[in-house]
């Protein structure tokens, strides 16, 4: 439960930091336009509230690595538009963070699941 909450707050400010300056992130990350820079921040902001407090927290869990799966399909797209290395990069990145993702969603299915968990 701590691990979604954490990954609650982190998405959180990354979301935050995707929407409010998609300028500088999609220049960090060597992408062409910022507005699906800005798009993904709104996503991950929409989901922080149910990573942070939502029940069953398994599903919010899954959620985010739904939409990382998203992101990732978006960054690679990207990396056939261009020679730059960055969202490639980005992308492996994401898929190791989705693996981890989608393990906690599947442990906390596991938990909730459990008859007076109430989850």
Excluded: F, K, Q
């Excluded at 990954?7 to 500088?24: F, R």
């Excluded at 981890?100 to 596991?110: K, P």
């Amino acid at each position: 439960m701590r691990t979604a909450a954490t990954v609650g707050v982190g998405t959180t400010v990354l979301g935050g930091g995707l929407a409010y300056a998609p300028d500088a992130v999609a220049a960090a990350l060597g992408l062409r336009r910022p507005e699906p820079v800005r798009i993904i921040g709104l996503a991950d902001l929409a989901l922080a509230p149910g990573l942070i407090a939502g029940r069953p927290r398994w599903r919010w869990m899954a959620a985010r690595a739904a939409l990382n799966v998203a992101i990732i399909a978006y960054l690679l797209d990207e990396t056939r538009r261009t020679s730059e290395p960055r969202p490639r990069t980005a992308a492996l990145g994401l898929a190791a963070l989705t693996v981890g993702d989608g393990a906690t969603a599947w442990s906390l299915r596991r938990t909730e699941s459990r008859p007076g968990h109430g989850g």
